[in-house]
């Protein structure tokens, strides 16, 4: 077994555990979060978020206990980078995991970023703070690199040794040495880009691309409904060409597509340019959870239901489908504009537990209420297997079905 490098991965969450995990197989490992509870589980090998089944070996070390880390030599960070309530970026966690890893660093280390930021935040923001706090210089004590993380949570087709990986890093000799690190890891192959900036504006185009490209159909779908044109069928029929793109309409939430394209405007902006289709494409698809909302109360009143004290039920919760992930869920947004018009909300979510605290059901097949209307807001394989039937049944009235 390779003892070469020692490699600590800061953030354990959908993104990091995967990667601790695997360079366990190769390297001596450390995995750290500040979440106790997180670092109980996983030395029992549970993870608790569902995204990973895995037996914890002997060659990776779970905790929070920062002198831990002063063992390592290779610095991964995968923590969250969000946006505040006005969705100009929130580099808080980046820069505070850059802080802690300063304090310890010692020559020759490698410090990787995989958290998704603006172009020049690897450089220009995480090595100023590395090298003031180190009192070390870059590129010459200490290096760094950066590899965007391109996990999609609850997708079991492509998990991350089947996902192609950007690399890059500082000068020439490091970025090989961090290709040559993740084609440890990495069945698929690697793509090392010419610089950090490139590797770091990649990222943010492949989620943009869709944001754009979901906010069409968003569009599309919204002008449709208003001509009483089916939207599905119209994506079926030009779906038969063959360089048609096939992306479809919905809620656009979760932390990569709805958070990204922010990010790339804030950096943009301050460049002197304003990216209006950007902006246009967030303004559309963050209109779409109020679409869904008043389409509800208008299908609601055409049957004569009034929506004061009336009962929806919203099938799914979560960001996407298949997965227990619900930041930045959209569906949120439906519950609010529901509650607003003073509607009692039910949501039946499988990847989520009701609890005392919360709004949600078991199952509602197997329960006394009626709904006035009910909403599929995320395509989870579990709701396939219910029919227009099964709505029905459980329907005051006649059904009022948005899908």
């Not at 960070?77 to 300063?102: G, H, K, R």
Request: a negative charge.
């Amino acid at each position: 077994m390779d003892k070469e490098y020692k490699i600590a991965v800061i953030g354990l969450g959908y993104v990091g555990l995967p990667l601790a995990i695997a360079f366990s197989e190769h390297f001596e490992s450390i995995g750290y979060d500040i979440n106790v509870d997180r670092i109980n589980t996983l030395n029992n090998s549970v993870d608790t978020n569902g995204d990973i089944q895995f037996i914890k070996n002997d060659n990776i070390l779970f905790t929070n206990n920062l002198s831990d880390l002063s063992y390592a030599n290779i610095y991964i960070v995968t923590v969250p980078t969000p946006v505040n309530p006005n969705n100009t970026p929130d580099l808080t966690l980046i820069e505070s995991a850059s802080s802690m890893i300063a304090d310890m660093l010692n020559k020759d280390d490698i410090i990787i970023y995989e958290s998704t930021f603006f172009p020049g935040v690897t450089e220009d923001i995480c090595v100023p703070i590395l090298e003031k706090r180190s009192g070390l210089r870059y590129n010459k004590d200490f290096y760094c690199g950066y590899s965007p993380e391109r996990i999609s949570p609850g997708d079991n087709q492509y998990r991350l040794n089947d996902i192609v990986k950007i690399t890059s890093g500082s000068n020439t000799e490091i970025a090989n040495k961090i290709d040559n690190l993740y084609k440890k890891i990495i069945k698929a192959g690697t793509y090392k880009a010419p610089s950090i900036q490139v590797a770091e504006s990649a990222k943010l185009v492949e989620n943009i691309q869709r944001d754009v490209n979901i906010a069409l159909m968003n569009e599309l779908a919204m002008m449709f409904d208003n001509m009483g044109i089916d939207t599905l069928q119209v994506l079926s029929a030009a779906r038969t060409k063959w360089n048609f793109l096939d992306f479809k309409p919905g809620l656009v939430g979760g932390h990569c597509i709805g958070v990204d394209p922010y990010y790339l405007i804030s950096k943009s902006e301050k460049s002197g340019y304003k990216p209006s289709l950007l902006y246009s494409s967030r303004e559309i698809n963050n209109h779409v959870a109020s679409f869904i909302v008043n389409k509800t109360i208008k299908l609601m009143y055409e049957e004569g239901k009034s929506t004061e004290g009336s009962n929806i039920l919203i099938l799914g919760y979560t960001f996407k489908e298949n997965c227990s992930d619900k930041r930045n869920s959209k569906v949120r947004d439906i519950e609010m504009g529901l509650k607003s018009h003073s509607c009692i909300v039910k949501i039946f979510d499988p990847y989520i537990s009701p609890s005392a605290s919360n709004n949600f059901i078991s199952t509602p097949f197997e329960q006394d209420i009626k709904y006035d209307a009910i909403i599929v807001a995320v395509a989870h394989n579990e709701f396939f297997k219910y029919s227009i039937d099964d709505f029905s049944r459980i329907s005051r009235g006649n059904l009022v079905f948005l899908d």
